[in-house]
């Protein structure tokens, strides 16, 4: 019975992570042309669709990690908005210039010993068939849909290499949180170009 219950609520996650991805997907497509002729629009078209699943907020305060505590809340509400410009600058440019793509979502497990955590397991297949193995970090509070708080890709924790990256930069800008928001996509940039140099 217990097995069953289980076995129903990871299909339920899975279902659910499929349908907004495939979603997401959809909706990229329909706004890859709006990425050139008006970048603007385009990123408030994704942001309103990510919104609902992606838990920026709480990825930008892992990000800042220890760091956080020092910032003002205007400091946090503005790392919030430029970790996701930065997120959308850096790999929406690789999306949108892609092939078609598929996305297939593999398998979900909820965490056996903590129901509000879960991960999903997927693979990003190119049109070449190249296939990119991804896992989301999920997690929900009573009452709300899942939402996604980490991925890794390959391997690569995102959330760990841009927490690592913030307190590089702090230590490099003598401990100034402001100077460190300012510069941020510049900070992204960088990791990206480590990660595909590796």
């Known amino acids: ?9 990871d299909e339920a996650l899975r279902q659910y992570v499929d349908e907004s991805t ?6 990229l497509n329909e706004e890859k042309g709006l990425y050139d002729s008006d970048p603007e629009a385009f990123y408030q078209n994704m942001e309103d669709t990510l919104d609902d699943f992606v838990d920026f907020r709480r990825i930008a305060a892992r990000v800042m990690g220890r760091y956080a505590r020092q910032a003002s809340p205007e400091q946090r509400d503005a790392f919030v908005e430029k970790f996701k410009r930065s997120l959308f600058d850096s790999y929406a440019q690789a999306l949108v210039q ?3 793509f ?8 909820i965490n056996p010993s903590n129901d509000e955590r879960a991960s999903v ?3 990003v297949i190119t049109a070449e068939g190249n296939r990119y193995p991804v896992t989301y970090s999920m ?3 009573e009452g709300q849909d899942w939402m996604m708080e ?3 890709v390959e391997g690569i924790n995102i959330g760990l290499a841009f927490r690592d990256r913030f307190s590089q930069e702090m230590e490099q800008n003598r401990g100034d949180v402001q100077a460190v928001i300012d510069s941020w996509t510049g900070a992204v940039e960088q990791l990206e170009n480590e990660a595909a140099g590796s």
Do not use: C, G, P
Not at 1 to 9: I, R, Y
Not at 22 to 27: E, G, R
């Open 1 to 9: 019975m217990m097995f069953s219950v289980t076995v129903s609520a």
């Open 139 to 141: 997690y929900r509070k």
């Open 150 to 152: 980490n991925v890794i």
């Open 102 to 109: 598929q996305i297939e979502i593999k398998e979900a497990q």
């Open 22 to 27: 495939q979603k997401l997907v959809s909706k």
């Open 98 to 100: 892609s092939q078609d």
């Open 121 to 123: 397991l997927m693979e």
